[in-house]
């Protein structure tokens, strides 16, 4: 094989220079004369009946070309309804929007006019002064009161809220509950986030002239799907629509849908045949782009006298808002995931998703397994004080050992496929984490800085995710004359480095330098279909496709040189950007020469029978996923006078398979753990009791800044996966997942004195203040 | 009172002479009328930082600055930073720390950090972190951007 190994290289990112200097080109940056700019009305209300629109005013306002409601787009479209967006037979009619509200809005944000100007200014001018009237209807609000028969409905017309139920499970459960020596029950919650990408969503719409062509560039996490939606919603072919991601300001799972935005300039800029722009404002971005979290568990654990699991069974309220653009799988994630990495005989969770008059809600960087994973620490957590055990040890009786992997566990993933574990060291995961953290030497700091009137806590969590969903992606390798590597990808760029990690993958099998390799990805006129960033899947399915094109490429230059330079293909090595003679490094030929003599002459054979052009097209499909896993240990320092937690040491113990770029994989970890800090102690989406949302600016919904978080130590153990080529598996949300359970748990021990228990995320200082006082009705606080 | 103000700024290192509306605020001028769009709007509220230049040497947001606040000021932007052909020691210091990922908020937060180490070429960890309590970053953490920092304050 290669000797380049620039596969698991620390190699500086090929994004960076550009981006530094300013040079990166988001959606907003794109020059396009002549367009046009557009601004949306959005409900005021959680629920209300559209009784007028005012388009005939709103016209006449200066600088606006249109105003446009769904009665107005439905020339251009095939349907004003949103189509659902991942295939399911089991969504009711009406569980997804439309492009623009023709009657009915369902939560504060949603579009329902469109007006179209000669400047953003103008455009947000005649949304200002535009007076929709409204009948305001009862708004859902609450997800856990949203089931009650009489109460109102997230929809008219529509018999209850519930949009679906199931249940997940496997084993005999009551028996196991029946016979079992210990059994507790606990109540969780967690509440909704928003992604806030710091670039927020946009999208650009140009009409090509003299055709019905059309070119649109999109902030998404998905070019190929969108490209595909507008191929269907606007009556298209494949080769009319081009979508483009531009640089992309970061996604964390927002960006993974088609909102009803995209699609409305798409159609605007047809009708007007201008192109028309739109960039989302922070405040659209609270209230329209999609949020996540919100769920109530009620569970049982069963265990035995020694503190193994025997059984876990409950139920889980789901809020996806009000409405369900593409399925339920945050709700079935968590349901599916939250055995973790135990060893749990028995187990059945009934799963209500439920509607509510607020933003739409779709996965977020972690998608249902934050959740599921909370439940599971705490629950262990909980098992660990009543049986007086240590917390570490009740993990270590119940994780799956290594010598049972692959471990199938008796759960399906939500298109029918078996769950397999492909691999994983758990309990080495965590010695690694506990050592790290000096979890030996805690109890003696913790009575230490007791005895000065500090609070210090110490808490961990494991995570598992199955990351990589398929069915595929495609890739492209040319190489050109000149013996600079295009690699086609489509895969998308949004911050986590993909085009290096491609290009490392590219230059492992070509040998050539880093910085001769360009990526193209997110552009469906290079790569006809796909399915984006999601799912910490890029690195397995994109990678591993560039890594067979790569390899065909390289297989074909070896065939076509071993003519050329009349040798044996199997004497032949690619080094330096040349195939060369081994051993005999002066004699070779050039990758550009090759690229060159491929393109052939008029008349005369290619050499060594190969196909022309130095260029492979390759797809990667798999239906399995790989198990990524990681053990967070923190700890902290709890004020109970003001409720403030210090995070003190933070330790990320990853396993995502082989690396390729350990330097970007280590920045992955950073972020996610930080984005689960957000989670743990400061993000919070506030609604009202009629379902305003509360908090729309960054100085009412916190984000973590550089001061509130602690340097991350972050330590990688590589057990290779066996479902992909590289042996790599995802890691952009792994490690998000563990990391409430291990800050809530370290502020629950912190809090020992106190007696407080903590089912709950996020934690701000003023609930640690609450439930202090709460669990020490008879105390004075100090 | 007028619609348009005329404003003279020089943007690191070159003049421009504009008429622009009285409304229009500093970071839609810098993108939009000038093409200089390394300047990123975040939030528009002050907020993210994302916007930040340096405005006769202090770090300003420009999404809540004017453009007609800036007539005869001296300003600087994330376009200035580098040379022809070299990044400035803080960019060259990003790439190799990894202090970026999808590069949104670094425009701003390399602004800041300009201002804060031009003042204090020898910034702590805590003087640093405290500076870019104005930048909200969702992709890095902020560690790196920090030991990034660090590394030109020669504290690593």
Known sequence: MSAQRIIGARARRVEDPALLRGEGVYVDDIACPGVLHAAFARSPHAHARITRFPVEELKAMPGVVAVLTAAELASEMTSVLMPPQFPSSSLPPGAGSYVLAPKEVCYVGEPVLMVVAESRALAEDAVAAAEVDYEPLAAVVDAAAAGAPDGPKVREGIASNLLTRFKVGYGAVSEAFASAPHVYRERYWQHRGVAHPIEGRGVLARPEPGSRKLTVWSSTQMSNLLHSMLVDVLGADEDDIRVIAPAVGGGFGCKYLVYPEELAVAAAARKLGRPVKWVEDRCEHFMAAIHERDQYWDVEIAVDANAKVLALRGSLIHDQGAYTPQGFHASYNSASSITGPYVVPAYEIDVQVMQTNKTPVQPVRGAGYPQAAFVMERLIDRVARELELDRAEVRSRNLITPDRMPYPKKLKNRSGAELVIDGGDYPKCQALGLERIGYAGFLARQKAARAEGRYLGIGFAHAVKPTGRGPYEMARVRVSTSGRVTVYAGAMEMGQGIKTSLAQVCAEQLAVPLERIEVTAGDSAYIPAGFGGFGSRQAIFCASAVHLAALAVRNKAIRAAATLLEAAESDLELKDGRVVVKGVPGHGISLGDISRKLRGAPGYALPGGVTPILEADASFQLDLQAFANAFHACEVEVDPGTGHVSLLRYVAVQDSGRLINPLIAEGQVHGGVVHGIGNALFEWMRYDEQGQPITTTFADYLLPTATEVPNIEVLFVETPSTTNPLGVKGLGEAATIAVAPAVIAAVENALEPFGVHINEAPLTPVRVLELIRNSNPERKLP | ?156
Not at chain 2, 90 to 114: K, N, S, V, Y
């Open chain 2, 1 to 156: 009172m007028s619609e348009f103000h005329d404003i003279a700024v020089k943007i690191n290192g070159r003049s421009y002479e504009r008429r622009v509306a009285v409304r229009m605020n500093l970071a839609d001028f810098l993108r939009h009328e000038l093409g200089l769009t390394g300047t990123h709007v975040g939030c528009e509220h002050g907020a993210c930082g994302a916007c930040t230049v340096l405005v006769d040497g202090r770090s300003a947001r420009s999404c809540l600055m004017l453009a007609a606040q800036a007539d005869g000021c001296e300003l600087e932007t994330v376009e200035g930073l580098a040379g022809e052909t070299d990044l400035n020691p803080l960019q060259q210091a990003f790439w190799d720390r990894h202090g970026l990922q999808c590069g949104f908020c670094t425009p701003g937060i390399l602004m800041t950090l300009t201002e804060l180490l031009r003042d204090t070429p020898n910034a702590d960890e805590a003087a640093i972190r405290a500076a870019l309590s104005g930048h909200l970053c969702r992709c890095t953490g902020y560690q790196n951007i920090v030991a990034a920092a660090l590394a030109v304050a020669g504290k690593t």
